[in-house]
Protein backbone atom coordinates (compact mmCIF):
# COMPACT_ATOMS: atom_id res chain seq x y z
CA UNK A 1 0.00 0.00 0.00
CA UNK A 2 1.12 3.72 -0.53
CA UNK A 3 2.15 5.83 2.22
CA UNK A 4 3.16 9.61 2.55
CA UNK A 5 5.43 10.79 5.17
CA UNK A 6 5.78 14.31 6.09
CA UNK A 7 8.25 15.88 9.07
CA UNK A 8 8.73 17.16 11.37
CA UNK A 9 5.06 17.59 12.32
CA UNK A 10 5.66 21.18 14.12
CA UNK A 11 8.47 23.71 13.48
CA UNK A 12 8.81 27.23 15.41
CA UNK A 13 11.74 29.54 13.23
CA UNK A 14 13.02 33.36 13.73
CA UNK A 15 12.31 35.30 11.14
CA UNK A 16 15.09 35.32 8.54
CA UNK A 17 16.12 31.59 9.21
CA UNK A 18 16.31 28.43 6.70
CA UNK A 19 13.36 26.31 6.20
CA UNK A 20 13.13 22.74 4.98
CA UNK A 21 10.15 20.25 5.09
CA UNK A 22 10.50 16.69 3.91
CA UNK A 23 7.74 14.54 2.01
CA UNK A 24 8.57 10.78 0.75
CA UNK A 25 6.49 8.41 -0.39
CA UNK A 26 6.24 4.58 -0.44
CA UNK A 27 4.20 1.84 -2.61
CA UNK A 28 4.47 3.88 -5.60
CA UNK A 29 6.61 4.87 -8.49
CA UNK A 30 6.65 8.07 -10.28
CA UNK A 31 3.52 10.21 -8.73
CA UNK A 32 2.42 13.47 -8.84
CA UNK A 33 3.36 15.49 -6.00
CA UNK A 34 2.32 18.48 -4.46
CA UNK A 35 3.28 21.42 -1.36
CA UNK A 36 0.10 22.81 0.10
CA UNK A 37 -0.37 25.89 2.57
CA UNK A 38 -3.26 25.90 4.62
CA UNK A 39 -3.70 29.41 7.14
CA UNK A 40 -5.72 28.41 9.65
CA UNK A 41 -9.53 28.34 9.37
CA UNK A 42 -9.01 28.55 5.39
CA UNK A 43 -8.63 26.41 2.31
CA UNK A 44 -5.97 25.03 0.79
CA UNK A 45 -3.41 26.98 -1.69
CA UNK A 46 -1.55 25.26 -4.35
CA UNK A 47 2.59 26.23 -4.00
CA UNK A 48 3.93 23.47 -6.05
CA UNK A 49 3.67 20.63 -7.81
CA UNK A 50 6.17 18.04 -9.46
CA UNK A 51 5.61 15.55 -12.17
CA UNK A 52 8.80 14.14 -12.32
CA UNK A 53 12.08 14.38 -10.95
CA UNK A 54 13.71 17.96 -11.14
CA UNK A 55 10.09 19.26 -13.06
CA UNK A 56 8.97 21.61 -10.17
CA UNK A 57 5.99 24.56 -11.15
CA UNK A 58 5.23 26.85 -9.08
CA UNK A 59 1.92 27.98 -8.43
CA UNK A 60 2.27 31.14 -6.14
CA UNK A 61 5.10 33.84 -6.47
CA UNK A 62 6.26 33.74 -2.85
CA UNK A 63 9.90 33.44 -1.08
CA UNK A 64 9.49 29.65 -1.16
CA UNK A 65 11.18 26.99 -3.09
CA UNK A 66 10.74 23.29 -4.06
CA UNK A 67 12.76 20.71 -5.12
CA UNK A 68 12.56 17.11 -6.01
CA UNK A 69 15.85 15.06 -5.81
CA UNK A 70 14.64 11.96 -6.56
CA UNK A 71 11.00 10.28 -7.76
CA UNK A 72 9.45 9.48 -4.47
CA UNK A 73 11.21 12.56 -2.30
CA UNK A 74 9.44 16.41 -2.36
CA UNK A 75 11.50 19.24 -0.49
CA UNK A 76 10.02 22.54 0.39
CA UNK A 77 12.54 25.14 1.46
CA UNK A 78 13.44 28.89 2.29
CA UNK A 79 16.78 30.60 2.31
CA UNK A 80 14.97 33.41 4.74
CA UNK A 81 11.26 33.00 6.43
CA UNK A 82 8.81 35.84 6.41
CA UNK A 83 6.31 36.23 9.30
CA UNK A 84 3.82 35.48 6.51
CA UNK A 85 4.95 32.31 6.23
CA UNK A 86 3.59 30.63 8.94
CA UNK A 87 1.01 28.18 8.65
CA UNK A 88 -0.09 23.96 8.10
CA UNK A 89 2.01 22.58 5.05
CA UNK A 90 0.89 19.89 3.66
CA UNK A 91 2.56 17.51 0.90
CA UNK A 92 0.29 15.31 -1.52
CA UNK A 93 0.50 12.48 -3.70
CA UNK A 94 -1.47 11.42 -6.36
CA UNK A 95 -1.56 9.83 -9.69
CA UNK A 96 -0.67 11.14 -12.85
CA UNK A 97 -4.25 10.61 -14.07
CA UNK A 98 -7.21 11.53 -12.16
CA UNK A 99 -8.32 8.31 -10.36
CA UNK A 100 -11.19 7.46 -8.00
CA UNK A 101 -8.74 7.70 -5.24
CA UNK A 102 -7.88 11.03 -4.94
CA UNK A 103 -5.19 13.07 -3.39
CA UNK A 104 -3.30 11.37 -0.45
CA UNK A 105 -1.92 14.06 2.53
CA UNK A 106 0.48 13.83 4.98
CA UNK A 107 -0.03 14.46 8.24
CA UNK A 108 1.39 18.09 7.65
CA UNK A 109 3.72 20.08 9.53
CA UNK A 110 2.32 23.25 11.34
CA UNK A 111 5.05 26.17 10.89
CA UNK A 112 5.11 29.44 13.31
CA UNK A 113 7.37 31.70 12.36
CA UNK A 114 8.61 34.37 15.29
CA UNK B 1 -9.47 32.29 -12.90
CA UNK B 2 -10.88 28.95 -10.74
CA UNK B 3 -13.00 29.48 -7.86
CA UNK B 4 -15.57 27.20 -6.05
CA UNK B 5 -17.74 28.58 -3.10
CA UNK B 6 -19.18 27.10 -0.57
CA UNK B 7 -21.03 28.10 2.53
CA UNK B 8 -18.46 28.63 5.39
CA UNK B 9 -20.35 27.00 8.05
CA UNK B 10 -23.28 24.63 8.70
CA UNK B 11 -24.84 23.18 11.82
CA UNK B 12 -26.87 20.26 12.17
CA UNK B 13 -27.97 17.74 15.19
CA UNK B 14 -26.84 13.87 15.50
CA UNK B 15 -28.70 11.91 13.29
CA UNK B 16 -30.20 14.36 10.90
CA UNK B 17 -29.13 14.55 7.11
CA UNK B 18 -27.15 17.35 6.24
CA UNK B 19 -26.39 19.10 2.53
CA UNK B 20 -23.07 21.18 1.63
CA UNK B 21 -23.36 22.83 -1.74
CA UNK B 22 -20.59 23.79 -4.06
CA UNK B 23 -20.48 26.03 -6.84
CA UNK B 24 -17.55 26.07 -9.11
CA UNK B 25 -16.26 28.15 -11.67
CA UNK B 26 -13.25 26.25 -13.52
CA UNK B 27 -11.74 25.69 -16.66
CA UNK B 28 -10.61 22.12 -17.88
CA UNK B 29 -12.92 20.82 -15.38
CA UNK B 30 -12.86 17.49 -15.64
CA UNK B 31 -14.95 16.35 -12.08
CA UNK B 32 -15.50 17.41 -8.61
CA UNK B 33 -14.00 16.14 -5.83
CA UNK B 34 -15.05 15.99 -1.48
CA UNK B 35 -12.31 16.46 1.42
CA UNK B 36 -13.06 15.82 4.93
CA UNK B 37 -10.29 17.45 7.10
CA UNK B 38 -10.45 17.21 10.96
CA UNK B 39 -9.31 20.01 13.02
CA UNK B 40 -5.18 19.34 13.38
CA UNK B 41 -5.30 16.64 10.87
CA UNK B 42 -4.82 15.98 7.02
CA UNK B 43 -7.45 16.13 4.53
CA UNK B 44 -8.83 12.88 3.88
CA UNK B 45 -10.23 12.01 0.23
CA UNK B 46 -13.85 11.12 0.42
CA UNK B 47 -15.68 11.01 -3.15
CA UNK B 48 -14.88 12.30 -6.57
CA UNK B 49 -18.01 12.66 -9.17
CA UNK B 50 -16.39 12.43 -12.94
CA UNK B 51 -20.16 12.23 -14.50
CA UNK B 52 -23.49 13.79 -13.61
CA UNK B 53 -25.11 12.44 -10.84
CA UNK B 54 -25.35 10.80 -7.42
CA UNK B 55 -22.32 9.08 -5.87
CA UNK B 56 -23.02 7.12 -2.62
CA UNK B 57 -20.56 5.63 -0.30
CA UNK B 58 -22.27 4.67 2.82
CA UNK B 59 -23.74 7.50 4.70
CA UNK B 60 -22.08 10.16 2.79
CA UNK B 61 -23.66 10.93 -0.85
CA UNK B 62 -21.96 13.23 -3.54
CA UNK B 63 -24.19 14.69 -6.49
CA UNK B 64 -22.60 16.40 -9.71
CA UNK B 65 -24.65 18.64 -12.09
CA UNK B 66 -22.27 20.45 -15.07
CA UNK B 67 -25.13 21.97 -16.61
CA UNK B 68 -25.09 23.68 -13.41
CA UNK B 69 -21.67 23.96 -12.32
CA UNK B 70 -22.76 22.71 -8.86
CA UNK B 71 -22.47 20.18 -6.70
CA UNK B 72 -23.09 19.02 -3.34
CA UNK B 73 -21.88 16.65 -0.21
CA UNK B 74 -25.03 14.37 1.35
CA UNK B 75 -23.92 13.28 4.93
CA UNK B 76 -27.00 11.32 6.33
CA UNK B 77 -27.68 9.95 9.83
CA UNK B 78 -24.91 12.40 11.36
CA UNK B 79 -22.32 11.55 13.92
CA UNK B 80 -20.36 13.66 16.56
CA UNK B 81 -17.38 12.71 14.59
CA UNK B 82 -18.49 13.88 11.37
CA UNK B 83 -18.05 16.92 13.16
CA UNK B 84 -14.69 18.85 10.30
CA UNK B 85 -14.24 20.56 7.66
CA UNK B 86 -15.14 19.80 4.34
CA UNK B 87 -14.10 20.73 1.10
CA UNK B 88 -15.04 20.88 -2.37
CA UNK B 89 -12.35 20.38 -5.08
CA UNK B 90 -12.24 20.77 -9.01
CA UNK B 91 -10.16 18.11 -10.64
CA UNK B 92 -9.02 19.64 -13.13
CA UNK B 93 -6.47 18.60 -16.67
CA UNK B 94 -2.97 16.80 -15.60
CA UNK B 95 -5.19 15.98 -12.46
CA UNK B 96 -4.66 19.41 -10.81
CA UNK B 97 -7.28 20.26 -7.56
CA UNK B 98 -7.87 23.45 -6.82
CA UNK B 99 -9.81 24.02 -3.52
CA UNK B 100 -12.89 25.49 -2.22
CA UNK B 101 -12.52 27.51 1.17
CA UNK B 102 -14.32 24.67 3.49
CA UNK B 103 -17.55 24.47 4.93
CA UNK B 104 -17.39 23.73 9.28
CA UNK B 105 -19.55 21.27 9.98
CA UNK B 106 -20.34 21.33 13.66
CA UNK B 107 -22.52 18.61 14.87
CA UNK B 108 -24.54 18.68 17.90
CA UNK B 109 -26.28 16.51 20.29
Known amino acids: SQTIHQWPATLVQPVGSPLSLECTVE??????LYWYRQAAGRGLQLLFY??????ISSEVPQNLSASRPQDRQFILSSKKLLLSDSGFYLCAWSALTISREGYTFGSGTRLTVV | GQSLEQPSEVTAVEGAIVQINCTYQ??????LSWYQQHDGGAPTFLSYNGLDGLEETGRFSSFLSRSDSYGYLLLQELQMKDSASYFCASNNAGNMLTFGGGTRLMVKP
Open chain 1, 50 to 55: SVGIGQ
Open chain 1, 27 to 32: GTSNPN
Open chain 2, 26 to 31: TSGFYG
